[in-house]
């Protein structure tokens, strides 16, 4: 008999000011080859159903993997009991308006479906990429790999919330690690699994895949023969694909409002930033424009709804340099008073929804790639994250590059390799001086944000201009 949400959801026994069902059924098909020979070929499969009451204004869960009434109905009771304990420690009084009634669908785009491509099809050209990676006997190794992800979703709510949403997305990750004595340099495709997207298989274009892996096998050959990145202060310029780790660490988690609330401290820190700061703190020069954005297309982390029924809605984070809302849903609104965003996240079927990024972009400017370089005299490009470190209130940072170039008298000249930059939240913000225009944007994504006890790891998107910053400290050697 064919499980239908809607009918479990009449069906269920409980008094409670509101209760809500959540299906969520997802299949993951991983390839992953090595050297040009095939490692791992998996196909991972989850299905289940997570509950949620408000009762005594605070919201319970239970979920099952069970689809039967039987179980749907345990798990509805263990949610109640769980917000009955939790109205004895309330720290606030939750009402029916956090969760709206919700009816639309979202699927997201694909010129090509998953079957467009067999699993031998595809293993062939991953195959290629290795072989085509491998440029020189100085590359010691090669890789390739993808993920390919269908998500099903659905939600029903005792307010008339029906909302059906599916995901067709694919992470690939190409990589060449080139060695000449003691000096070994590993060069990626943009970085670690950065080539995320709500796509299809037309993402598998042997021609761009093939010229990809050819260039990041080259960049690998030139950063074991390269100078280390000098240590100085200068303007250094980001590209997209480390813009994407600059924008996540030092605007997404920061500005998360769970964890200004102090709900995230025992795991994974707080913020730097204050509720009062909202509408008044510079936090970052007048051409700095941050938008939250689940509406792009084919982005890794677009929605029609979030996990609460709030609409999915373009929205400043800052404009013009000037904090404005933040990242929180519709029950950290109200407990903070903070406009927010329709960001209610939950990774799976099994988790409860928390404050999530979801497409977190910066807004383009108005100069090409050639004039933001043309314009420094001295500085440092640097491309691809490598490394990461940044405190506990996203405030003070480290990062590490794959691959960067010195710029001399407005040109690119040599690369340079072991990049990396340290700083301090604002005030690298406040020193971005030029934003790359529409030409220079870069769409990139993850799919290994992680957050919440227990954990949840969750995917984002990520796009951005190419941007400089002046008076950073940039140094050489492994980070």
Not at 68 to 91: F, H, M, P, T, Y
Not at 238 to 255: C, K, N, R, T, V
Not at 318 to 337: A, C, M, N, P
Request: proline fraction near 4%; charge should be negative; charged fraction near 20%.
């Amino acid at each position: 008999m064919e499980f239908l949400l809607a009918q479990a959801l009449q069906n269920l026994n409980i008094s409670a000011d509101w209760v809500g069902l959540r299906q969520v059924k997802e299949t993951t098909t991983t390839r992953y080859i090595r050297d040009g020979k095939p490692q791992s070929n998996g196909k991972d499969y989850t299905s289940g159903v997570i509950v949620e009451v408000l009762v005594n204004g605070q919201f319970g869960y239970g979920a099952t993997n069970r689809l039967d009434q039987d179980s749907i109905q345990q798990a509805a009771e263990i949610a109640r009991n769980q917000a009955l304990a939790a109205s004895k420690w309330a720290v606030h009084s939750f009402t029916e308006s956090v969760r709206p009634k919700a009816v639309g669908k979202y699927q997201s785009p694909l010129l090509k479906p998953f079957d467009f491509l067999t699993p031998a099809d595809l293993n062939h050209l991953l195959i290629q990429v290795c072989q085509t990676l491998n440029v020189s006997d100085q590359i010691v190794k090669t890789s390739a790999s993808a993920q390919i992800i269908e998500t099903e979703q659905l939600f029903v709510s005792s307010n008339g919330s029906n909302v059906e949403q599916t995901f067709f997305m694919i992470a690939t990750d190409y990589s060449a690690t080139a060695q000449d004595g003691n000096i070994i340099q590993k060069r990626t495709d943009n970085g670690m699994l950065a080539h995320s997207y709500q796509v299809g298989m037309e993402v598998f274009d042997p021609d761009s895949v093939l010229t990809r892996a050819r260039h990041i096998g080259q960049q690998a050959i030139e950063l074991i023969q390269a100078e280390d990145c000098p240590n100085t202060t200068t303007t250094l310029v980001l590209a997209p694909d480390q813009m994407m780790l600059q924008i996540h660490e030092s605007i997404g988690h920061p500005l998360e409002l769970d964890r200004i609330l102090g709900d995230e401290r025992n795991y994974a820190g707080s913020s730097f930033v204050k509720l009062s700061d909202f509408g008044h703190l510079v936090y970052g020069s007048p051409l700095m424009n941050v938008t939250f954005d689940p509406t792009v297309s084919g982005e890794f982390a677009s929605y029609a709804f979030d996990d609460a029924g709030a609409t999915a809605k373009r929205e400043y984070l800052i404009k013009d340099g000037i904090l404005q809302r933040g990242l929180g849903s519709l029950e950290s609104q109200v407990r903070t008073q903070i406009p927010g965003v329709a960001n209610f996240r939950a990774s799976s079927w099994n988790r409860a929804p928390i404050d999530r990024m979801a497409n977190l972009n910066l807004e383009p400017g108005d100069a090409s790639f050639d004039e933001i370089i043309s314009s420094i005299e001295s500085g440092v490009y640097m491309e691809s994250n490598r490394s990461w470190s940044i405190d506990d209130y996203r405030n003070k940072f480290q990062f590490g590059c794959e691959y960067a170039r010195l710029i001399e008298n407005g040109k690119l000249t040599k690369p340079l390799k072991n990049p990396n930059y340290r700083g301090v939240t604002n005030p690298f913000w406040r020193g971005l001086v030029k934003v790359g225009d529409r030409s220079t944007m870069g769409i990139f994504g993850t799919p290994y944000c992680g957050k919440g006890e227990p954990n949840q790891v969750i995917r984002v998107g990520h796009a951005s201009p190419v941007c400089a910053f002046q008076n950073i400290e940039v140094f050489g050697g492994v980070a």
